[in-house]
């Protein structure tokens, strides 16, 4: 079975440019995760999908962040404008059931210089 | 509020020695908590979760966790480290209405041979 794939691995950007970071979750996971980790600080929320819905976005820093699940399966998540402070790792995870421990992908490194 | 601290950043430890990684958390109600862990280039692997019932909970690649309700804990234990246990580990807690998941910040898991 397929884990949850994210693309791409790495991404380097200039500020202000606009970078899309793409999340296939595992096949039949209707619950959809994004969280990002800033280095040296804690792995933060940012928001969850049911299906195609955004149940909770309250963890989105501004709106300079847009999160789609179009048809409920891929997820991208959008930063445009990027800003320096955007660099960190954004992780993807997927469940069946919320809260059953989700599994996560391995990651987009986002480096805004 | 809900939180998660893992007080300990770093642990070194030797190649067959026991192992305790520490987590505190702060939360409401009846936590869900799991342990994820990080090995370099990879994404966060689910290394076990404790929802309810017996509070010693048994994961993978030998680690267990128990969760002591009075200490406001859930340390994770492994009797004997292999070099490949070498990695980052999060402690982390969830359950509530926003099915959120919390994290502490990490311990990173050193391994002497």
């Known amino acids: 079975e397929a884990g949850v794939t994210q693309f791409p691995s790495h991404s380097v950007i200039e500020k202000g440019q606009t970078v899309t970071l793409r999340c296939d979750p595992i096949?039949?996971?209707?619950?959809l995760y994004w969280y990002r980790r800033v280095m040296g600080k804690e792995i933060k929320f940012l928001l969850h999908?049911?299906?195609?819905?955004?149940?909770?976005e309250s963890g989105m820093p501004n709106n300079r962040f847009l999160a789609e699940r179009t048809g409920g399966t891929y997820s991208t998540l959008k930063v445009q404008p990027a800003e320096l402070e955007d660099s960190g790792v954004y992780f993807c995870?997927?469940?069946?059931?919320?809260?059953?421990?989700?599994?996560f992908g391995q990651g987009t490194r986002l480096t805004v210089v | 509020a809900q939180s998660v601290t893992q007080p300990d950043i770093h642990i070194t430890v030797s190649e067959g020695a026991s192992l305790e990684l520490r987590c505190n958390y702060s939360?409401?109600?009846?936590?869900?908590l799991f342990w994820y862990v990080q090995s370099p280039g990879q994404g966060l692997q689910l290394l076990l979760k404790?929802?309810?019932?017996?509070?010693l909970v048994q994961g993978i690649k030998g680690f267990e966790a128990e969760f002591k309700r009075s200490q406001s804990s859930f340390n994770l234990r492994k009797p004997s480290v292999h070099w490949s246990d070498a990695a980052e580990y999060f402690c982390?807690?969830?359950?509530?209405?926003?099915?959120?998941?919390?994290f502490g910040k990490g311990t990173r898991l050193h391994i002497l041979p």
């Open positions: 995870a997927s469940s069946q059931e919320p809260l059953s421990g989700a599994f």
């Open positions: 096949s039949g996971h209707d619950n």
């Open positions: 999908f049911v299906k195609e819905s955004k149940q909770d």
């Open positions: 939360y409401g109600a009846t936590p869900y």
């Open positions: 404790y929802f309810s019932g017996d509070t």
């Open positions: 982390a807690v969830g359950g509530g209405r926003d099915d959120k998941i919390i």
